[in-house]
């Protein structure tokens, strides 16, 4: 290799340097979480964040700007690890142009960076333009002095950039020669042969156009710039090596693997493809979490869970049997915290995330395994070489398998899987589930449809607690009607309503709806698809029509209690991410009058300390006595506020925004206080786990905390007075108290120690004589284990010649104990032969040493038969 070795990192800050000395503004990497793009799921380009300044949208901090930007693309996931290419995370250099320089600039750049900056020798350069841009050909030979016949024409499906929707234009690649030692030996192999000699390295997009998605293209009104060159490409060709595996940053990574898995590059073409699939997909889930991305069932959340699993599956194929993709985490930190130094900071929290994901994963495949195992021979077994979709299905619905995981696993088999039977039944059972939610119609549990005529509810209830309104529908026993009498139950729609509908966790508001000698009672209100509020109740008296003028009244104590509980929720959740870290997100919520529910993202139990602080911080912002202020913005400014939105909710244009003072700001829908000075006192009742990765909090404020604490006291104070002390001294009183009752315990024990050994003389006393042993047996309520021990070592100690067998009675439980003397079991008579004998008697068994032996029975009936057979035994042994 003639030219100088570079490694990866010092590659990217040559690159970012270089053109910052062009009056380029250097920017960090943008998350690859999408923000405002709901066209990608992940960013996949270098200009992919930057698209409102490709348009003109938006006007960008500087009109020269370079990156280098996160990348991960899942399109070639199935090939990662099976060819040297393919990899779903990457890093790409960009340099951009809003509206400034065009294609002079550009292609010079590139030039001098490659040859002059890089050092890479320029007869193994090859540029290849558009094959009708004849302006960019122009440019490489009479400017940079490329002769024709090395630059190469290419058609749209090389030369022409685009991603989707969004700018794009023609593009001016540069190609590398690696040399023949990388080609594929055919004769006219040259730039453009799918081998890996030409290596593409840097591509001049020249984004003239705006593709509107529909492959329309319109001129735009800026000409720019935007460059991409992968990171790990160039290094590739700077370090000379075979794939981007092998470059010096990634391959620190799989010699972690290997010493992880014992699994080492060129044992086999399967391991080799496991330690990259590994070593791939850690890198990219690594980058994602520390971008905020958990795993879950769909969208981005689905990518993360994909990578995990799979490299997992793969760690399984190289003898892996637990948890290890966690310990691989802080490699991957090391080798790029100099350019992400957010990765350090988050360290402990992605190893818990990918740990977690892990642990659960586990539990799923070994559920699964066996299934898998018992399906897979029955195909088998006949013959088959495709996996039924049936099967895979099954495995996706009970087991959570997702498909690419049993077509791998069918693979290795030599089957494949049915994919379209499988994504037949996944389309069913979509259609199951909609058909069931049609089922219970648009009223939720009445399968009733309103017409067009019925105008949608105008909720005016964020400021009002009564109103007139004009009944507009309403419906008995499921059908619409006119009219329903009183003591008939039903559903009444309001032109406008001070109710609340059930929404984004809070529970509706209560009340009545009355008109002259009419009262019709509201216990639930559920909003439909189409506006309307449908206030499920009870007329207590006269009759309502549609038509009928009324007015509508919220219980009003009832609405404080539930604004104080929303209110209070929107505390905790700042509380949490104060406390806990910025992971934790809204995973569900209950806001009932004064008590609440509230599931949040975190991976591990919280500590008392933790809750502890919680519960301060949330006390201590109601006592702040912030003024909640609502106000409804666009949604884009919303953002720029820093207004926090709710996990997994949609949004309209605009969003209502809820803020208290500087400690909360929520996207909310819901009804709150004026005040958070006005939530009483917050008081957490329990913290536990619901899932993988989210716990749930319940607690209490207003009312409820105070008859919660007003019980406590009351409890307290009868304690006390039970223990003659103040509540204050309770602790002491209770501490001293134990203390008495300990000494008064071994005062009992000891008293009852010498009634046994009291009661033992008397056995002895009236033992009989058996051929010169000295045989005793007696029944006893309730002595426990111990105190028979005790009783038997005092006879065996006072008596060489005694045998003894002494049973307890408790209900229909009995314990035995046999003992010998040293006399009687030097004459062969043993204890455990002896208690084995008795206890089988009564049901049971025993055995033990020969001097002293337990057993049990559960016969009380026969606990006299056996201590009647002891004489006999003795007799018999002693012959």
Known sequence: MSHPYHGLNELREMFLSYFESKGHLRLPSFSLVPQNDKSILLINAGMTPMKPWFKGEEEPPRHRVCTCQKCIRTGDIDNVGHTARHGTYFEMLGNFSFGDYFKHEAIAWSWEFLTKVVGLEEDRLYPSVYESDDEAFDIWNQEVGIPKERIFRFGKEDNFWEHGSGPCGPCSEIYYDRGEKYGCGKPGCTVGCDCDRYIEIWNNVFSQFDNDGHNNYTELKQKNIDTGMGLERLAVVCQDVDSLFDVDTVMNITNKVSQLTGAFYGQSQKRDVSLRVITDHIRAATFMICDGILPSNEGRGYVLRRLLRRAARHGKLLGVNEPFLYQIVDTVVHENECQYGDLREKQTYITKVIRTEEESFARTIDGGMRIFAEMLAEHQAKGETVFSGADTFKLYDTFGFPIDLTAEMAADEGLTVDEDAFRRLMQEQKERA??????????????????????????????????????????????????????????????????????????????????????????????????????????????????????????????????????????????????????????????????????????????????????????????????????????????????????????????????????????????????????????IKSESSVASGVRRMEATCGRLSLESMEKSHSVLSKAAQFLKTAPAGLLERMEQQAGEMKQLRQAVDKFKAEASLGEAKQFLAAAKTVKGLHVLTATREGLDANALRKMGDFLRDKDPAVVGVLASISGEKITFLAVCGKEAVAKGVKAGDLVKMVSGICGGKGGGKPDSAMGGGNDPLKVDDALASVDDFVSEKLG
Request: with cysteine.
């Open 434 to 683: 909609r058909e069931a939610r049609k089922a219970l119609g648009d009223l939720g549990w009445a399968g009733v449809e309103f017409g067009k005529d019925v105008p949608s509810t105008e909720f005016v209830g964020y400021d009002r607690t009564s109103c007139e309104a004009t009944v507009v529908a309403l419906v008995r026993e499921d059908e619409l009607c006119g009219r329903i009498e009183a003591g008939s139950d039903g559903i009444v729609v309001l032109d406008q309503s001070p109710f609340y509908a059930e929404m984004g966790g809070q529970v509706a508001d209560h009340g009545v709806i009355t008109a002259k000698g009419m009262t019709f009672t509201v216990t639930d209100v559920q909003k439909n698809k189409g506006g309307k509020f449908m206030h499920y109740g009870h007329l207590a008296e006269g009759e309502l029509a549609v038509g009928d003028s009324v007015e509508a009244s919220i219980d009003c104590q009832r609405r404080k209690a539930v604004c104080r509980a929303h209110t209070t929720t929107h505390l905790l959740d700042a509380a949490l991410k104060k406390v806990l870290g910025d992971h934790v997100h809204q995973a569900g919520s209950l806001v009932e009058p004064d008590r609440l529910r509230f599931d949040f993202t975190h991976f591990e139990a919280i500590t008392p300390e933790q809750l502890s602080q919680v519960e301060w911080m949330v006390n201590e912002a109601i006592l702040e006595g912030y003024p909640v202020v609502t106000e409804v913005l666009p949604i884009e400014e919303a953002k720029k506020k820093g207004a926090v939105a709710m996990f997994g909710e949609k949004y309209g244009e605009t969003v209502r925004v809820v803020e208290m003072g500087d400690f909360s700001m929520e996207f909310c829908g819901g009804t709150h206080l004026d005040n958070t000075a006005k939530a009483g006192p917050f008081r």
